[in-house]
């Protein structure tokens, strides 16, 4: 399977070196479950959009510092790119900013939250079982970093997992669209490391706190094998 990677930002100079950036994260991610996926990137924040749906069997949407609410060009493109996959039935998910604008995209509304800052491990229930959620468990626990969250559902969507800091965290819309609000890619060292450089901004009691999170376990590789399941279900669905 070749997955394409719509990369809406870089890791931070200062923690590219120990870490990597968004491209090499998912690599190693993903190849832990299976090394044979190939990876194609198109670096969507330099207005690197792809112009064929079909490029790639299925596409994989980065997080983002950006919202995808601001006013940049290449968000705009990228919303419209994302309606011509809906309506392709090709599958797409999307982590963070890519959950989020898939929402956007299809109609649904995102907005800066008034709970603040999610840092650290996120503690979510799964409230719907789907086929693809194979191993199956009722919890999904994943890195976060995130102000924004999908505040209303497009009509595509149904909510399959949240907690009651972020009721929309896991979301499904129609058969091949596939949203979560965590970021499996995120090691804990990178996410110790991104909120020490965000302390100021997230503020140090909820850094606080997303540090203590991080003795939990993180469904990281659980997360990249739902992904593949419900990508090769979308894909087979459309043969």
Known sequence: ??????????????????????????????????????????????????????????????????????????????????????ASGKPLVGICFG?????????????????????GLSFNRVSERADWMVP??????????????VERLPPQARVLGGSEFCPCYLM??????????GHPEFTKAYSRDLMALRADLVGHHRVRQGEASLSAPVDDTLMVRWILAFMRRAIAARR
């Open 172 to 181: 499904q819309l129609g058969e091949h669209f596939l949203g979560v609000q």
């Open 136 to 149: 199956w468990q009722p919890g999904l626990d994943l890195l976060v970093s995130h102000q924004d969250q």
């Open 99 to 119: 959950h989020q604008l898939m929402a956007k995209a299809l109609g649904g509304e995102v907005e800066k939250s008034d709970r603040g800052w999610g840092v």
């Open 1 to 86: 399977m070749v997955i394409g990677l719509l990369q809406c930002d870089d890791v931070a100079p200062e923690l590219r070196e120990a870490h990597g950036n968004y491209p090499e994260m998912f690599e190693r991610l993903f190849h832990r479950v299976d090394p044979t996926l190939t990876f194609r990137v198109w670096r969507c924040l330099d207005g690197e959009i792809p112009e064929d749906v079909e490029a790639v069997d299925a596409w994989l949407t980065t997080g983002s510092k950006f919202g995808v609410n601001d006013d940049l060009p290449w968000i705009a493109a990228l919303e419209v790119f994302v309606r011509a996959l809906w």
